[in-house]
């Protein structure tokens, strides 16, 4: 075994992990390399006939294609199961109790480092690697996430519920390099196969991005039992019918079919009378919110019990000054001065001091204007 250690890397077929097995490889590492095979088109139908992104027996055969070349082993692991029974049902979950869910979070933090992990240590692995634009160090006993270099691509935001445990093992060996430079290293090193391919962005288990279509897919009887909803205005007057609350989300303007003279926007969702609250852009204004779930990274607990941190509410928001104020051991309130458009239950909050990642937990409650934060349904 190489002196630097063995390391399992989650390959995708993709051009980031690709690059980051063959670099820990030309580093000294002994590699492994893993394709998880997470879900299948059969299970999430709307494919069309084309298979895209991860998981597919192209991208699959990239990897070990590579793995080859570069003479390291390559497996292939089917945890379709893990996967579904977790991050599947609580994507509907989470949309049919008027939340809107992010699977990708929810597979880190449940799924994928632990499954790494497992077959780290069947396979004698002192490390796990993955492609992502994010760093890891030790710092103070604890092991910190940071913002990749590459604040464009950074992957930092998705990687906030990884526990303490698994950090400690995780190699992140492209948080020092921008995109177009890792596309350049996989030209050099002859992956002209990946060195090209288009970033993927939908979710990997509705390859056609039609969440609609999904949910009606893996619910029984989805329209029929939430037909009949009602559109309301800030003041509770019924301004038209919509077509079930789990077809829409905090924030949503297109697609409403409401006339009413001017842009007006989905401002909160009652799952359970099935009402969607719509008003104008600044309706949509709310200064804090709380999360649950929470998952400390920086620090044991959050110095003093509150601090100035900036605050992202997305995966691509620029994030917002604002303050983190600890409730409980798995509570959190988090408060932006300014106020942010369309904070949505169901999204993960993260919580950054400079480039670090001081915590992150999932939004359950959110302030509308003045009043009081209102717990949704479900």
Known sequence: MSTKGRVLVAMSGGVDSSVAAVMLKEQGYDVIGITMKTWDYHRSGGNDGKETGCCTVESMNDARHIAVKYGFKHF?????????????????????????????????????WAALLRRADNLGCDFIATGHYANVREENGRYVISKGKDH??????????????????????????????????AEDYGLLNVATKPDSYEICFIPDNNYHRFLKDKVDDLEERVSGGVFVDQKGNIVGKHKGFPFYTIGQRRGLDLSLGKPVYVTHIDAEKNVITVGEKEDLISTTCRAK????IKYDNIPNGEMEITGKIRYNDDGAMGTIKQLSDDEVEVHFPAGREAITPGQAIVCYEGDDVVAGGWIHKVNIGMNEPAELAG
């Open 76 to 112: 292939i692991v089917d945890i379709r199961d893990e996967f579904g029974d977790w991050v599947i049902d609580r994507f509907v979950e989470d949309y049919t109790s008027g939340r809107t869910p992010n699977p990708c979070v929810l597979c880190n933090t449940h799924i994928k």
């Open 293 to 296: 779930e929470l998952n400390l």
């Open 152 to 185: 464009n691509k950074d992957q930092s935001y998705a990687l906030w519920g990884v526990q303490q445990k698994h950090l400690e093992r995780t190699i992140f060996p492209l948080g020092k390099y921008h995109k177009t430079e890792i596309r350049k290293i």
